[in-house]
């Protein structure tokens, strides 16, 4: 059976696999910053290249840009917005599963800025194996589980004589860490080029070791930039303190309004549409093994967990809207002592947002109500710089079996259903633009560090991962 030599196929390679994605993990393909872009074309390409190899076809990079365009503000100022040259998408296909269904599988080959570079243990683009884990950026998030989907085609096309038992299309992004608007437009232009029956999804993870996982639900977000200006230079914060306003002072006062002690965003209106999970869902989390002394202490590494009282770990994570600050670039931050009043502060601060919200609307309540809170003597603008819609996915569907049967063959255990506290922007894509269910078969540790340093996969996994997806296409073909 074709199956079984596939799953051998992998096992008698696991080495090679191992060593090409390390070749991957090399390329520092951070979409964020300007100076890697050439880093990420040359893993777009990698990409590519390996697909040509294994046998799939129509393999092209897909350029993503958009237009310059010219857009009229709330204040009904016209304002130029430049044209973006966007990074490559990377498809492939191999359609000749006469009558069987058709699998879109899906990854991102980008990653997250590396910093701080000096707590990692090995260099972020060192891959580096220890204890059974292997270390870099992009490990897991997405590079080592993009790669999975690879492998498991590589090894049903070896096992198959150059045929695979559906028809699969793979679309791999390079812009999913900032926002993944390059393929929303691509999904909204041509979705008939991706027209498929279901979408593979591996970004994830897995709720505790051992146990397999699938993912119902993914927070969608808004990511803001809030830009304050006060005095016309910076300014000698003895000669002018006590007259000059201080644009980090005039931020700290409103981001303090953003959020009470509790952790309830204190934006008017900001809950009207957040959706309350089922009975059944509450009761399904509950049931999760799940230790909050381990997850603070082993986790997330603090004296206390912070949120709203009352609600479970994972009713805050998964099923409730929260607000964050990333950064407050500006001002003085080198070593030793500067004392200036900065003319200029940002903050960057997103918010995850849960079913039924909507990015427009809640960017629109913030918007105003931050705008409200403008302290005397400075200026305030709010920009959006990405978002996502929140999702749900559906379980009652042939493919969503086809994948906990897979994992119970490998793993010898029954699927949990959890969701996600994190986002992937164009699973809503999927679902709304080309109406197909969506499966999220992750195969992360809760430890993994995604976006952290010293991120890793642990590597029984990535193999289990390549194991699961062979059975699951294998599945959906039957
Ligand atoms: N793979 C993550 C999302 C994720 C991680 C979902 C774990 C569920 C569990 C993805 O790469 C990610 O980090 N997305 C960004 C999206 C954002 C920049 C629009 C995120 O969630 O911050
Ligand atoms: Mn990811
Ligand atoms: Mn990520």
């Known amino acids: 059976m074709t199956t079984t030599a596939a799953v051998a196929f992998a ?4 080495g090679r696999f191992v060593g090409e994605l390390k070749a991957l993990l090399r390329i520092p393909s951070v979409s964020t910053t300007p100076e890697h872009a050439g880093d990420v074309r040359r893993a777009a390409e990698f ?8 046998g799939m076809e129509n393999v092209r990079l897909i350029e993503t840009s958009t237009p310059e365009e010219v857009i009229v503000d709330d204040a009904g ?28 599988c899906y990854g991102h080959y980008d990653v ?13 683009f060192e891959p580096t194996e220890r204890d059974g884990n292997l270390y870099a950026r992009g490990a897991v998030d997405d590079k080592g589980q993009m790669w999975m989907h690879v492998k498991a085609l590589e090894s049903l096309m070896a096992a198959g004589a150059g045929t695979l038992p559906v028809n699969v299309r793979v679309i791999v992004e390079g812009e999913e860490e900032v926002g993944g608007e390059g393929i929303a437009a691509f999904v909204r232009e041509h979705g008939e080029q991706l027209k498929a029956d279901v979408a593979l999804v591996s970004d994830t993870e897995m709720f505790a070791p051992e146990l397999p996982t699938l993912c ?10 809030i830009e304050v200006h006060g005095a016309r230079t910076d300014l000698h914060s003895g000669i002018y303190g006590g007259s000059a306003p201080n644009p980090f002072v005039a931020l700290a006062q409103v981001i303090a309004k953003l959020k009470d002690e509790d952790g309830r965003i204190l934006i008017p209106g900001f809950y009207d549409d957040v959706q309350k999970p089922s009975a059944d869902e509450l009761k399904a989390w509950r049931a999760l093994p799940f230790d909050e002394d381990h997850y603070r202490e082993s986790e997330v590494g603090s004296i206390a967990l912070t949120g709203e009282p009352g609600l479970s770990v994972q009713e805050r994570t998964w099923a409730r809207p929260t607000l964050e600050v990333h950064g407050m670039p500006g001002g003085f931050i080198g070593a030793g002592a500067k004392t200036v009043i900065p003319a200029k502060a940002v903050a960057k601060v997103s918010m995850r947002l849960v079913p039924d919200m909507t990015p427009a609307e ?22 959006l710089i990405h978002s996502g819609d929140p999702i749900i996915v559906s379980t009652d569907n042939e493919y969503v079996k086809a994948a906990t049967e897979a994992m119970r063959e490998v793993f010898g255990k029954e699927t949990v259903f959890v969701r996600g506290g994190g986002s992937i ?19 992360g540790l809760p430890d993994d560090n995604l976006h952290a340093p010293n991120e890793k996969f642990h590597l029984v996994n990535f193999h289990r991962g390549i194991e699961s997806i062979v059975r699951f296409l294998s599945g959906v073909g039957a």
């Open 11 to 14: 096992q008698e390679n696991q």
């Open 47 to 54: 990409v590519a290249a390996e697909l040509t190899r294994i």
């Open 77 to 104: 100022q016209a304002r130029m917005v430049p044209a973006r040259r966007g990074h490559p998408l990377v498809y492939a296909d191999w359609l000749h599963a006469a009558g069987k269904p058709t699998v879109l």
């Open 112 to 124: 997250q800025p590396a910093e701080p570079l000096d707590e990692w243990k090995s260099p972020p």
């Open 216 to 225: 119902v639900g993914l927070r969608g977000m808004i990511y803001t930039e």
């Open 362 to 383: 809640s960017f629109a309540k913030y918007k105003s109500y931050v705008e409200s809170l403008t302290p005397k003597g400075v200026s305030l603008e709010v920009r």
């Open 425 to 443: 922007p164009i699973v809503g894509d999927f679902v709304r633009e080309l109406k197909i269910p969506t499966v999220l078969m992750g195969f």
